[in-house]
């Protein structure tokens, strides 16, 4: 997930460390809490693939999550959990081989089980988990059991994680997914385990990785990592980080149209000429505008609202691959893991939910101040019952 080699890219900007070594203690974390759920469900991938003794699934999981908790709260730091949303647009292309390469893997599973291949069958059913409703709502339970603050994002956790911490609604970030750095993020935990050691990444760092003297602006960055291939845009062949690295150094062009045809002749790589089609420059643009635009939920005011906001002149319409606006409403039970995503229609459900208000004028003084918990994210629950969807 995220962008191939990335923190092996940019390791001078990292270091290993643990959490009372980096003076995180006291502090608070966002976690992308999808990662923990995955790898506790390797644990039992026949229960998963099944869909039987899911409370041992529930109990596998819970159990896992619990012994991070326990660590980080030994250092006092507070938890936020943030689970994925919808699926947004511009990673269609991503989600439909995900899914597809699900889909081969639970026919190998059905093969090998039929020539009675257990071995070779569970192998193949660590690459089909998939992470239910029924999950969400067990992790959601504990949360409130446990105090800890938690969101489902509207659309990718990604995106919904660089607005915690971009906003300062948490300190640092702990996930998996390099593409975090993409979205701008400012501290980020990597390979943490229970003994609290890690990879910290900050990005003040970031400028120390490129080579060169010159102070790089984060958009250079993001530009680099996007040509290299990331989950909203498919490389070109051959190019991974160094020679889009090599590239974007040797020009100040800022616009992309003019700028990318002429890939081969910066690079001296005749065979790369014709490669730069519209299409791809199209969904160069598209993918570098998702990073910026992509929709997330404001918990200050309880409203949906762009990353980044949108340029003068522009809205939410002229970024439909960032995510589809919708009432804060259905925003709202989505947030508090009231609606099962899977049932949603995207086409209906969304439609006919959308407010422009709720999205294109985010600093609007119509926006509702609502109550905090424990200095977390708003706790919404209680004004959502009795609410219906819209």
Known sequence: MGVDNLLNFIKNATKQTNITEAQLPNSTAAVDISHWIYKASYACPEAMYHRNNMNQVYTTIINYIHNYVRMLRQHNVKLTFVFDGLKVPAKKVTHDER???????????????????????????????????????????????????????????????????????CDFVITEDT????????????KLDLNGACVLFEISKLSSCLGTREEIDFQKFRRICIMSGCDYLKNIPTIGLQKAKRFFLMTKQDNLDTLLPKISTYLKAPSLKGKITQHYIDGFIKAELTFKHH??????????????????????????????????????????????????????????????????????????????????????????AGVESS
């Not at 980044?308 to 947030?335: C, N, Q, W």
């Not at 422009?356 to 004028?361: E, K, P, R």
């Open 99 to 169: 899914a597809s390469r699900k889909a081969e893997a639970r026919r190998m599973v059905e093969k090998y089980l039929a020539e009675g291949n257990q071995q070779e069958a569970r192998k193949q059913m660590f690459r089909c988990v998939e992470v239910k409703f029924d999950i969400v709502q067990q992790i959601i339970a504990y949360c409130k059991r446990e105090h800890i603050d938690y969101i489902v994002s509207p659309y990718e956790a990604d995106a919904q994680l660089a607005f915690l911490n971009l906003n300062n609604i």
């Open 295 to 384: 929709i997330v939920y404001d918990p200050v005011h309880s409203k949906l609202r762009p990353l980044e906001p949108y340029p003068k002149g522009k809205s939410s319409s002229d970024f439909p691959m960032a995510g589809k606006r919708f009432h804060s409403t259905l925003a709202k039970e989505i947030v508090r893991g009231n609606i099962d995503l899977d049932k949603l229609d995207y086409a209906r459900d969304l439609d006919s939910a959308s407010d422009a208000s709720d999205l294109d004028n985010p600093d609007s003084d119509e926006c509702e101040e609502i109550a905090t918990m424990n200095g977390g994210l708003p706790q919404i629950a209680s004004e959502l």
């Open 179 to 190: 593409d975090l750095i993409l979205y701008g993020c400012r501290k980020i935990i990597y």
